[in-house]
């Protein structure tokens, strides 16, 4: 605990100011509610640079996949606006071939292989965004469990792609791998929503090898480029599909991907973001974040009642984390009266964690230098 200065609040911007919206501190990961992540200052003077002057979208798009591909191992890639849009763009891309007509022709699925086979335990509150072209989820399995068996048989002539979903504290189901082998074996392209996956940096090419045919990441989140844009990569006749979905620039109808363009700022900025990310020391990153967790795990561990441990299951958590848990001693405020207290604090706090789970998780990769103390001071007092 030594060395740490106690901060009177955070850097608040004035743009904030002047619209009245109060300061916050973000503990509960890289979530949109709260503004994704900060971006790096060379990615925003990247994006300034890039709004001085008029460029070719198409050809910046292509150069820019070149980039996203690169990074991800993958074949070709793509800037979006955002993961959720790639998602769209995935499922458009297994519809619709490069077929102009029917690229034209979404979100009417007539004449095209229009179901999403997903594991009924990986539905999740974001998977609208595999049926806005007009494609129609086909589940198999149970909430809890499923088998190859099962996904076989959900997989029939109307199926355009089966979706996984890698996200923390998602079901694996039967794994990726074993999805991608039962998906190729009947001809069927697998398709992965992995938005939160990165870091660690090994999750750019990591799914791609295990041989997915398309990943989504977000570009905001662990990237730290802009939180409205995203990247796809994959193999190079779906990209392409993908490509003519969202970029049909010229083209007499605008694709389904129209609504979701991306601008040239959030383009540069999303590759100088990935650039940044690729080269920068993962190791030092990660001890930033364990050394905060230790401070506040070490502030809390003596309350009655509150049993505090450090955690980092990369299929749980978000980089190490204190996780409070609370026992038959402890005498304070539930937890959802905890968070309702930090949030409604000067600045607010968010924190990770819910009732459900009987925890709360104090999430550092968005905890600035000196917010830590803040957390564990105001944790102290309500507890």
Not at 91 to 99: I, K, L, N, P, R
Not at 195 to 216: Q, S, W
Request: charged share 25%; hydrophobic share 45%; proline share 5%.
């Amino acid at each position: 605990m030594k060395g740490r200065t106690r901060m009177t609040g955070p850097e608040w911007p004035e743009v904030y100011r002047k619209l009245g919206v109060a300061p916050i501190i973000n503990a509960q990961s890289w979530v949109t509610v709260l503004g994704g992540s900060i971006m790096r200052p060379e990615v925003l003077r990247a994006m300034d640079e890039a709004a001085g002057a008029y460029v070719d979208m198409m050809q910046l798009n292509r150069a820019a996949g070149e980039v996203v591909a690169r990074s991800c191992g993958a074949e070709q890639g793509l800037v979006t606006a955002g993961c959720s849009a790639a998602q769209v763009l995935m499922v458009a891309a297994c519809m619709t071939g490069q077929s102009e007509s029917n690229v034209e022709q979404l979100p009417d699925a007539t004449g095209m292989k229009d179901e999403v086979v997903i594991f009924k335990g990986q539905r999740n509150r974001y998977d609208k965004a595999f049926v806005t072209a007009g494609a129609t989820l086909v589940e198999y399995g149970t909430a809890e469990s499923a088998t190859p068996e099962l996904l076989d048989e959900a997989i029939n002539e109307n199926t355009a792609c089966v979706a996984f979903v890698i996200a923390p504290s998602t079901n694996r189901g039967i794994g990726l791998e074993e999805t991608v082998r039962v998906a190729h074996a009947r001809g069927v392209p697998v398709i992965v929503d992995a938005a939160a996956e990165v870091p660690p940096r090994a999750n750019l090419t990591k799914f791609h090898k295990i041989g997915a045919d398309m990943v989504a990441f977000s570009g905001g989140k662990g990237i730290r480029g802009p939180q409205s844009a995203g990247l796809l990569a994959g193999k190079a006749n779906l990209m392409e599909a993908a490509v003519m979905n969202s970029l049909n620039l010229h083209a007499p109808v605008a694709g389904i991907g129209r609504p979701m363009k991306v601008s040239k700022e959030n383009i540069v900025g999303l590759v100088t973001a990935i650039e940044l990310f690729t080269d920068s020391d993962e190791g030092i990153e990660w001890d930033g974040w364990q050394s905060k967790a230790n401070y506040v795990a070490e502030r809390l561990g003596g309350i009655d009642g509150v049993n505090v441990a450090i955690e980092d299951d990369p299929n749980e958590r978000q980089g190490p984390q204190p996780v409070l848990r609370f026992d038959d001693a402890y005498e304070g405020p539930p937890i959802a009266e905890i968070k309702t207290r930090l949030e409604s604090g000067d600045p607010a706090i968010f924190v990770g964690g819910a009732e459900t789970r009987g925890e709360i998780s104090i999430v550092m990769v968005n905890v600035r230098d000196g917010e830590e103390i803040i957390i564990a001071d105001r944790l102290i007092e309500i507890l």
